[in-house]
């Protein structure tokens, strides 16, 4: 039964966390992809520390009946926000339980794929996992999840913690997992879909799993190439073991982010499922081991607050550079700390909120944070800084943190002044460059990169010895990569020994940083440039096979008839590209309207959101725009992507400029769906 009337509660302004300790939770669910919805029977133990008469749990626009406390039915209030429990709540334990059904509006998604198959999948932080389960949006509150949750047979089903039981009735599987250790509730997942999956054991014995959709097969070994090893590293790094008993790691479809670190299985983007060339651009490594030192780093310890949010990016981005430093060497670790303090250094300038401050960018969270632990680790030593973490960990496993707890911990292993350094990194919106410099100058490479980008405003003629030097030399590729960076306004026969030297080099990189030299390709370097048509790199080609159409039309049928198989990533970037192409030179193809009908398809609800943008974006900036692209344009508006939808609505506000645009999308507009006539709708009448 509901009851509508306003409640004031004893502890309206009070935590609830100080009244009530939400001990576990058992969740037993069922999941319809056609209606999109979740319901269920969810039940809660929980200690009463203090008499209150209210609880409270997070709930977004559910429905809730047979709501019970200790087997007895009892007045509740939906606000539509919270379900309010209203009773007489006693000091000790007690148990609450309801059913509730819920059209999650955010937080869980059902990705429709090619083949009618489905994909579920759940993203609780900046989204809230109170939109489609029962819980706490305050991180201070803890708890050990049990989910059961049911689907159709075919189909895995993933949730946080070790998988206790299958039980298969009528076509369906009831999946059981089980938690041992109390989280945060943005740390609940679940996820759905038909994969196949490969297990191994870590070094200390923990079960890992790594999942992959069955087309995507071939790529697992780039996909996941240095998963093991960075499991291995940072379990021997932190010098913590890995609290959660089991780790997985599965790529989702339209993913919002890179990754998300829900406790025992990471989600992340389907964008670094690659193949062996693909890995040269985009491979996951970045992102696997930053999500996977969360679990230690926001998971095991988390952040009390906002304010102190660089507890869990800053450490989670450091530890992940450390293990890519383990496999990638010592010039890429110096390497990519000098490219996010020249960030940092830039950002100072307009960027006024500090490291300690619930408002800072994600730039100052992730980035700052992780160089403000860098220098504590230069500053007191390797030994001292591990000991520290290590007790750091143990302290407040399973609790929430703030900076001060942190700092307790380093003050008792160094004499280091933490309040000099906590004005200086966490507290000011400068960057310390002269600490930067002193610390990135340690190594070679690096001394060699400020010596280049001291030339940058410096005539070509005047540095271009040091420069033909330093190409010539061994120096680590991001070195030379600035140099063909640096010159990129240059007059071309100014620089084009420089260029030359660049070419010769078998480092992708650098050679992609001259496929995106020029703006028109000099005749005399054609034949030059087009060799990195050939390179393992699904970038370089997309950038040299363009570059080369547009400045070379009497070659335009050979670059054509080269790339006419070619693929690229999982987004289709080569093979939407060709398409645009071979559409736009004359006379190529003799079937051009199945070009046409191939490239739309693209843009369609069959294919992930960074497929369709790659289309939409082509099919635009080639002028192939019929009923269906605008159709298909507006549809994007209403996609959970935020950036895709941002795209959609960008689009169309540059194309309603034109008349006739206007009127082709106001000739459309009563064929589509509700959703997308209303998004339309809102851009004509700006």
């Known amino acids: 039964m509901k009851y509508f009337f306003l409640f004031i509660t004893s502890f309206a302004f009070a935590q609830q966390t100080q009244f009530v300790d939400f001990k576990s939770v058992s969740g037993q669910l069922k999941l319809d992809a056609k209606k999109k919805s979740v319901s269920g029977s969810v039940t809660y133990d929980f200690d009463v520390l203090k008499a209150v008469d209210t609880i409270k749990i997070d709930a977004k626009n559910m429905e809730f009946t047979n709501v019970e406390i200790d087997g007895k039915e009892v007045i509740f209030l939906n606000t539509g926000k919270q379900l309010q429990i209203i009773y007489n709540f006693e000091k000790g334990k007690k148990q609450l339980r309801f059913n509730y059904s819920v059209k999650p509006k955010q937080a869980l998604y059902f990705v429709a794929v090619e083949n009618s198959e489905v994909q579920i999948w759940t993203q609780g932080q900046g989204r809230y996992t109170s939109n489609w389960f029962p819980s706490f949006d305050d991180v201070n509150e803890k708890v050990i999840f049990n989910m059961e949750v049911t689907y159709e047979k075919g189909y895995q089903v993933v949730s946080n913690g070790i998988l206790k039981n299958k039980t298969e009735h009528n076509n369906q599987i009831q999946w059981q997992y089980q938690m041992k250790k109390p989280m945060s509730s943005y740390l609940l997942m679940l996820t759905v879909g038909k994969y196949d999956k490969k297990e191994f054991k870590s070094k200390t014995n923990i079960p890992l799993e790594y999942y992959l959709e069955n087309k995507?097969?071939?790529?697992?070994?780039?996909?996941?190439?240095?998963?093991?090893?960075?499991?291995?590293?940072?379990?021997?790094?932190?010098?913590?073991?890995?609290?959660?008993?089991?780790?997985?790691?599965?790529?989702?479809?339209?993913?919002?982010?890179?990754?998300?670190?829900?406790?025992?299985?990471?989600?992340?983007?389907?964008?670094?499922?690659?193949?062996?060339?693909?890995?040269?651009?985009?491979?996951?490594?970045?992102?696997?081991?930053?999500?996977?030192?969360?679990?230690?780093?926001?998971d095991l310890i988390t952040a009390e607050s906002s304010t102190h949010h660089w507890l869990q990016e800053g450490f989670a981005t450091y530890y992940a550079l450390l293990a890519e430093r383990a496999i990638y060497g010592e010039d890429y670790f110096y390497s990519k700390l000098y490219e996010t303090a020249q960030q940092l250094k830039f950002a100072s300038r307009t960027d006024t909120i500090p490291v300690l401050n619930a408002k800072a960018s994600s730039l100052t969270f992730y980035e700052k944070g992780a160089w403000t632990l860098f220098v504590l680790h230069e500053s007191i030593g390797d030994k001292s800084f591990k000991k520290a973490i290590k007790s750091y960990l143990k302290k407040y496993a399973y609790q929430n943190v703030n900076t001060q707890n942190f700092f307790d911990e380093i003050k008792k292993v160094s004499d280091f002044d933490l309040?000099?350094?906590?004005?200086?990194?966490?507290?000011?919106?400068?960057?310390?460059?002269?600490?930067?410099?002193?610390?990135?100058?340690?190594?070679?490479?690096?001394?060699?990169?400020?010596?280049?980008?001291?030339?940058?405003?410096?005539?070509?003629?005047?540095?271009?010895?040091?420069?033909?030097?330093?190409?010539?030399?061994?120096?680590?590729?991001?070195?030379?990569?600035?140099?063909?960076?640096?010159?990129?306004?240059?007059?071309?026969?100014?620089?084009?020994?420089?260029?030359?030297?660049?070419?010769?080099?078998?480092?992708?990189?650098?050679?992609?940083?001259?496929?995106?030299?020029?703006?028109?390709?000099?005749?005399?370097?054609?034949?030059?440039?087009?060799?990195?048509?050939?390179?393992?790199?699904?970038?370089?080609?997309?950038?040299?096979?363009?570059?080369?159409?547009?400045?070379?039309?009497?070659?335009?049928?050979?670059?054509?008839?080269?790339?006419?198989?070619?693929?690229?990533?999982?987004?289709?970037?080569?093979?939407?590209l060709w398409l645009s192409l071979a559409l736009s030179t004359r006379d190529y193809s003799e079937n051009p309207e199945d070009l046409v009908t191939e490239l739309i398809g693209f843009s369609s609800t069959k294919y992930e959101a960074t497929t369709r943008q790659n289309a939409l974006e082509k099919l635009i900036a080639f002028r192939l725009i019929n009923d269906t692209v605008l159709t298909n344009l507006v549809g994007a508006t209403t996609h959970h992507m935020w950036q895709f939808s941002k795209f959609g609505r960008d689009s169309i506000r540059i194309l309603l400029k034109n008349s006739e645009m206007r009127a082709s999308f106001e000739r459309i507009l009563p064929n589509l769906t509700s959703d997308e006539q209303f998004q339309l709708n809102r851009l004509l009448k700006e």
């Open 419 to 576: 309040d000099k350094f906590k004005k200086t990194w966490l507290e000011s919106t400068a960057f310390d460059t002269a600490t930067a410099n002193a610390l990135l100058s340690k190594n070679k490479a690096i001394q060699v990169r400020l010596e280049v980008d001291k030339l940058k405003k410096t005539p070509l003629l005047e540095k271009k010895d040091f420069l033909i030097e330093t190409l010539n030399s061994d120096t680590y590729h991001a070195v030379k990569e600035a140099i063909v960076n640096q010159i990129e306004n240059d007059k071309y026969d100014a620089k084009k020994e420089l260029l030359v030297i660049a070419m010769q080099s078998n480092d992708v990189q650098i050679r992609q940083a001259v496929a995106g030299n020029f703006n028109q390709i000099p005749e005399d370097f054609r034949t030059t440039y087009e060799t990195l048509l050939d390179d393992k790199s699904y970038q370089t080609q997309e950038i040299a096979l363009y570059s080369l159409w547009k400045s070379f039309p009497e070659h335009q049928t050979e670059y054509l008839n080269k790339s006419k198989n070619w693929i690229g990533f999982n987004d289709y970037n080569l093979r939407t």
């Open 216 to 298: 995507d097969l071939a790529r697992f070994e780039p996909t996941y190439r240095y998963s093991k090893r960075i499991f291995d590293f940072l379990e021997k790094e932190i010098g913590v073991g890995y609290p959660w008993g089991i780790y997985r790691e599965i790529p989702v479809r339209d993913f919002l982010y890179a990754g998300m670190e829900n406790t025992t299985t990471t989600l992340f983007a389907t964008r670094y499922v690659v193949d062996s060339t693909g890995f040269e651009d985009r491979n996951y490594t970045n992102v696997d081991a930053h999500e996977l030192a969360h679990h230690w780093f926001g």
